[in-house]
């Protein structure tokens, strides 16, 4: 989820660093006969952007607070633990990047041109979202197994239902889920703790259908 919110939000950025260019710098516009800094529209031009950027980064903000709040609940699932440590440096780092990175088009957006600053806004915002998450999800992030699902909730949210589900196996740190219509899903194995993955594969197999799941591979994390 996270990885393509950011490729949405890259190829939404091109335009508008362009834009900011053209503007800021006046460029002229010969084949509209203008320039940069009399564009028409230029205000619906960065306003629109910005719209579709902020949707982009509300959606993805939304999801990631509704999973953290969604893996407190304990008593829901049959299995929970908190993420491993590994994958918390990682999101530690990765967060810490991704709000950087955010700021820095943010500011770099205004210093081209004052007049993108709606989404400049909607840069710097994000950023402050993802340092907020962070501060405030970093105790809570975890994995939970109910007897609908799978919910990896930290810097990626990631949700695997059985709904369909008819094959389960383990491919060196990835367990791949197959669905019908030959749809695959990949579950990161090494988010759970490596004490507690025993207890995570026996929980598995208790709420899946024997009789409609196939699981395979799995033997390396039984004792």
Known sequence: MNRLTNSFLLVLFFPTLALAIFVGFDFPLEFIRTSGAN???KEYMFGGLALLMAILAANRSIRRWVALFTIRQTDRFVFHTKVSNERRKRVIVYTLLEAGILTAVGLALYILSSESI????????????NLLFLTIGLPRFGVGLSKKAIIVADREVIVLYFSGLRKVSLSQQ???FDYIQALQLTFPVDCIPEEDRNEFLHNLEAVTDKDRVFIQNLGEWKM
């Open 39 to 41: 564009l028409p529209f």
């Open 118 to 129: 709606l989404c400049s806004v909607v840069f710097l915002v994000s950023a402050m979202d």
């Open 174 to 176: 990835t367990l791949f």
